[in-house]
């Protein structure tokens, strides 16, 4: 091996020596650079590392840094010589990083969280820059938490966004649509750890048989408060388990469990998901679906939809049809009509900011608008698909009114015909409280759960 050789691989680590503070920077560094998400990268490092404390290290380093990126800038800023948007974007990723581990992470001792920084540093830019990344990181080992942002007095939005680290532009939106106090509860709960939701494939399996068999393999479950289909993961790598590679369950948000409910639990036998990649919906549209029934799964990334047939293939699906296309370009290659079209639209994501933080990073207001727009295109282009009696379920993972009831005003504008269904017909009864007057199911973070709209129209029947 050449100098040159050694040199490159001691700055970007070789998959056998990686560290977990190295897999982290690599991360965040495609996060910031490339507009990658987190999620699948972590998917993919973490099946390379055996030692699975080194993996769940790995996980909360990459989801705090990111959901605590405003705050954990602003305590560096506090001992730094310049600020962190004047730093080398290396230099400001690694102190994010040891700031992370110094502040959040106490069973790492100080010494190791500045120590190793030191060495991430060395390794991913220049020597030079070793000094200052120990000189910050020694300072906040000194202070502290002191140096995190205080809790604001209420009424100071942009002290309560940086406090809890999220756009303040968002956070007075939410106080203005919801209040201070939800706002707050909304804000804590976005902060922690997303749970690990599962949902029974009832084709192989039941819940109560399915906790078993986790139980066998190290991994604790509990039931879910909504969905009785649903278990929480409590404990134990279940992705490494034979459970879960042979399809007895895949992973789905409980609220995300909750939207299908809407369509009632037997379907008619023609389905579209137009916007189904990456098939977590579609596969449990399965299990409603009567014998003979095809289910039409579109999306308009093949990427993506890569990963809905590699979903579909680990339960043994044969009921779906993928197809690459794209439901908001006004045409679309499907022909006849279905009895049920589902709309899970491509959205602001604002429903999901504890299990996917860079969002919070790369939306602005302006965007909401151009999101709606798209939105309202794909209900259009499900319309055309849409038979006699047939029904439209429509849901986001956001929480804005313009992505939500918005959007659906404006297409009924457009297009007579239509009833609202009400969600508390078809939800489970634990649900019904989250429907509101209007007959959409609402979901909230701050219920351990991701942030969904979703309601269901039904096509009148002409006589």
């Given at each position: 091996?050449?100098?040159a ?5 001691r700055?970007?680590?070789t ?9 982290a920077y ?9 507009g990658?998400?987190a999620a699948?990268?972590?998917d993919s490092h973490?099946a390379?590392i055996d030692?699975p404390r080194?993996a769940a ?6 989801l ?15 001992v ?11 230099v400001?990723?690694v102190?994010r ?7 959040f992470?106490?069973?790492?001792p100080d010494f190791?969280?500045v120590d ?14 070793a ?5 910050v ?10 140096l995190?942002?205080?809790e604001p ?7 309560l966004?940086?406090a ?6 968002w ?5 203005e649509?919801?209040g201070w106090?939800a706002?707050v509860?909304?804000?804590r709960?976005n ?8 949902r029974?494939?009832?084709e ?7 906790q078993?068999r986790?139980?066998a393999e190290g991994v ?5 408060a909504l969905?009785?289909e649903?278990?929480?993961?409590v404990?134990?790598?279940?992705r ?6 042979e399809g007895y ?12 409910t809407l369509l ?6 023609r389905?579209a ?8 919906k579609?596969?449990q549209l ?5 014998m003979?029934?095809?289910?039409v799964?579109?999306?308009?990334h093949?990427?993506r939809l890569r990963?809905?047939l590699?979903n579909?293939?680990?339960v043994g699906a044969?009921?779906?049809l993928p197809?690459v296309?794209?439901?908001a370009g006004?045409r679309t290659?499907?022909?006849g009509t ?5 709309v ?16 919070r ?13 798209r939105q ?7 319309e055309?698909?849409?038979g006699?009696?047939?029904s439209?379920?429509y ?5 804005e009114?313009?992505e939500?009831e918005g959007?659906v005003?404006r ?9 609202v269904?009400d969600?508390?017909?078809r ?5 019904r409280?989250?429907v ?7 979901t909230d973070?701050?219920d351990r759960?991701d ?7 039904r096509?009148r029947i002409?006589?």
């Amino acid at each position: 091996m050449t100098l040159a050789t050694k040199r490159a691989s001691r700055r970007a680590g070789t998959p056998g020596t990686r560290t977990a503070r190295d897999r982290a920077y690599e991360i965040l560094r495609r996060v910031e650079e490339s507009g990658a998400y987190a999620a699948p990268l972590l998917d993919s490092h973490e099946a390379e590392i055996d030692d699975p404390r080194e993996a769940a290290l790995l996980h909360e380093m990459v989801l705090g840094v990111l959901r605590w990126q405003a705050a954990l800038d602003h305590a560096a800023g506090k001992v730094a010589s310049r600020s962190p948007e004047a730093m080398d974007p290396a230099v400001r990723r690694v102190l994010r990083i040891g700031a992370y581990a110094l502040l959040f992470l106490d069973r790492v001792p100080d010494f190791a969280a500045v120590d190793s920084a030191v060495d991430l540093i060395r390794r991913v830019a220049p020597p030079s820059r070793a000094a200052f990344v120990n000189g910050v990181l020694r300072s906040l080992a000194r202070s502290g938490r002191d140096l995190m942002p205080p809790e604001p007095t209420p009424g100071d939005v942009e002290s309560l966004a940086l406090a809890h680290s999220h756009p303040s532009w968002w956070v007075r939106r939410r106080v203005e649509v919801a209040g201070w106090d939800a706002t707050v509860e909304l804000l804590r709960a976005n902060n922690r750890a997303a749970p690990t939701v599962l949902r029974t494939n009832l084709e192989r399996t039941t819940p109560a048989e399915l906790q078993a068999r986790f139980r066998a393999e190290g991994v604790s479950t509990e039931r879910c408060a909504l969905v009785r289909e649903a278990l929480r993961v409590v404990s134990g790598p279940f992705r490494h388990t034979r459970t879960f590679r042979e399809g007895y369950a895949w992973a789905q948000d409980e609220a995300s469990q909750l939207v299908p409910t809407l369509l009632g639990p037997v379907l008619r036998p023609r389905v579209a998901d137009l916007c189904a990649a990456p098939g977590i919906k579609t596969l449990q549209l399965r299990e409603a679906l009567p014998m003979g029934g095809t289910i039409v799964a579109a999306d308009r990334h093949s990427g993506r939809l890569r990963r809905l047939l590699a979903n579909l293939e680990r339960v043994g699906a044969t009921e779906v049809l993928p197809l690459v296309a794209d439901m908001a370009g006004g045409r679309t290659p499907i022909r006849g009509t279905f009895d049920h079209v589902l709309v899970d639209a491509p959205c602001s994501g604002t429903g999901t900011f504890r299990r996917h933080p860079e969002i919070r990073w790369r939306l602005g207001p302006n965007d909401l608008e151009s999101l709606s727009a798209r939105q309202l295109r794909i209900l259009e282009t499900a319309e055309t698909l849409l038979g006699p009696g047939g029904s439209l379920l429509y849901a986001v993972c956001s929480m804005e009114p313009e992505e939500g009831e918005g959007t659906v005003t404006r297409f009924l504008e457009r297009h007579a015909g239509f009833d609202v269904v009400d969600a508390a017909d078809r939800v489970p009864r634990a649900a019904r409280s989250r429907v509101g007057g209007d007959g959409a199911l609402r979901t909230d973070p701050a219920d351990r759960m991701d942030g969904f709209f979703a309601i269901l129209l039904r096509r009148r029947i002409r006589e």
